[in-house]
């Protein structure tokens, strides 16, 4: 039993839904930040006085990690700041730690402006710096306040397409417009390329490739669209104005075997031995395996072919969605497309109700790049809680664990424009919490490697072992939207476990009742339910509460024991704009607006409606959406 456990753990954290989310990470920064992106501050006047030359350090808390600072200073000036230690989630830190040092060296203070989409990681270093100047008596002479320089209007540019989004969708949108001949520009108004495919656990659905064939399992275009369709049908609830585009569906399932043939062949990574076991364990920097697994054959009732990037071992310090990410960046790149980071397209340009360009500002400057056409890759609106409580009420409040720049920026750049807007709902994960949803450790615990949950009343609610989708909003439900994951020393993940009592994230006591105190719970609820799950599983039935089969029932019966917080955690949200099956955005007319694209989360409401489809089917829908939208755009011009 405790092998099959470990093994539902192990997909779990793997086949994730897109996952925004900020993962454990190591201490080298991403290289999808490139360094010419560094933004340049005034320099300010040298403060007067005169300073012990030498190295200092300071320390401060980031995201995740203490972040570690050296500051070198001569007799009047800061010299050198350098980021030595830090351990922030990878590919959001990395912008921060390739900024923050140029920022403060440049203008000889700490009052500079934090870097975009990395706020925790910029305030950490400030302050770890500040702490450095501290120790040298020199912090007052680098404080002064630094005011943005005033940002100039540049010359306008022109590019055939544009691309509005650098994460998954917007890349892979530019990497085909750019193979098949036409100049593309990408837009990410981040520091950072990836969005939310970089913050994921890296799963993508694939049918019809060679690897697809080489393990037996696969899945016709017509069999991926009527999987969609009984998605959608199951719904207990569903609107009479529901409508999915099977046609779009149809022509992603198509081209999703191609296009990840292709990305092989260009150089993605497959690890040896990957047809070994129905999941490889691999190193970690391996991206992917491939395999039937129980979570495919569940979710396709007759076991179809799914690729998964990731790390298939725990603890799992990386998630793959980074590694797919920098890798679709340099792709982009190597396609002939430019990629600019910290620029916020701010507006369309029309002219008689056809788009023609967009207005851009980055941290200097503002200008208008004239394109043939624009693509909308901006993601959705999971970190505009005004938008969420409108459009996903069911989920508003929860943590949020997606890209910084996921703000609903495709409904006021297309305002005017009069789109149809489409879809309802949410994608929710479950996790500790934003920084440890289920593609980290601690998160996947939280989702499938726990006996029972407990609600604050000391209650149990739900079947622990049913989709995450439902768990969410099941939770959502619960006193301050939380549970408490319970286990003992027996469980199969403990090693993970106590690493997060280590980190103050769980907690641990001798006895239930000491347990209970703890974490601020009935302790005869608690008992009681720890007991008669015990006894069921035991007797070797099923749980008559909530339905947990026997063979999934983790009996919780040796001290030590332990609660973990549980809580539901936003990914990206399923309201967007209609689209036809090229992604040219509809208006409410039903009339295609003219040069107009919508990829990735834009889109989503055209195949997802409501209920996420299954782990993998999101970064599909991204990269496939972002392949048709490129390459017809292209079609267009010519």
Known sequence: MKKTLALLLIIACLLGVWGCAPQQQTSEPSTTVPAETTPQVAVTDAPEGSFA????????????STIIVEVTLDESAITDVEVVSQNDTLQIAAAAVNEMPGKILAAQSVGVDTTTGATMTSFAILNATRSALEEAGALDAFSAKVEPAQKNEAAAESFDVVVVGGGGSGLSAAAYAAQNGASVLV???????????????????????????????????????????NIANSRKDRPEDMWINESLIEKVGAISGKTFEEFIDAGLPMPEGWQEGP????????????????????????????????????????????????????????????????????????????????????????????????????????????????????????QVAACPGNTGDF?????????????????????????????????????????????????????????????????????????????????????????AVAEGINYKADTLEELAELIKVPADKLISAVNLFNEEREA??????????????????????????????????????????????????????????????????NTFFENYIAGGSAIQNAIMTGRIAGEHAVQEII
């Open 187 to 229: 837009l990410e108004k981040v520091a950072y390329t990836g969005g939310s495919t970089a913050l994921s656990g890296g799963g993508m659905i694939i049918g019809g490739s060679r690897y697809n064939e080489a393990i037996g399992y696969d899945y016709t275009p017509e069999e991926f669209v009527q999987y969609y369709v």
């Open 540 to 605: 070797g039935k099923d749980d008559s509460a909530y339905g947990v089969t026997n063979e999934r029932m983790m009996p919780v019966l040796e001290a030590p024991f332990y609660a973990q917080p549980v809580r539901p955690v936003l990914m990206f949200t399923l309201t967007g704009l209609q689209a036809n099956d090229n992604c040219q955005l509809l208006n409410q007319s039903g009339e295609i607006i003219p040069n107009l694209y919508g990829t990735g989360e834009v889109v989503f409401a």
């Open 279 to 398: 999941w490889a364990a691999v190193p970690e920097h391996h991206l992917l395996s491939l395999g039937k697994g129980h979570m495919v054959t569940e979710s396709w009732a007759e076991g179809r072919g799914l690729v998964s990037f990731g790390n298939f071992t725990l603890p799992a310090p990386l998630g793959a969605g980074r590694f797919f990410s920098e890798w679709l960046t340099s792709f982009t790149k190597s396609n002939g497309a430019e990629v600019r980071v910290n620029s916020a397209v701010t507006e369309l340009v029309i002219e008689s109700g056809t788009v023609t360009g967009v207005k851009v500002e980055d941290e200097e400057k503002t200008y208008v790049v004239n394109a043939k056409k624009v693509i909308l890759a901006c993601g959705g609106m999971e970190q505009n809680a005004e938008l969420v409580k409108e459009y996903a009420p069911e989920i508003a409040g929860a």
């Open 411 to 499: 409904l006021s750049l297309t305002k005017s424009l009069n789109p149809v807007l489409t879809g309802y709902g949410s994608a929710a994960q479950v996790g500790v919490d934003a920084r440890y949803e289920a593609n980290t450790p601690y998160g996947a615990v939280s989702l499938a490697g726990l006996s029972i949950w407990v609600n604050k009343e000391g209650n149990r609610f739900v079947n622990e072992t049913g989709h995450y989708y439902d768990l969410a909003r099941d939770l959502k439900q619960q006193t301050d939207a939380m549970a408490w994951g319970i286990a003992d020393k027996n469980n199969p993940n403990i090693a993970v476990i106590e690493q």
């Open 53 to 64: 030359p030498g190295t200092y350090t300071g320390s401060a808390q980031g995201m995740y």
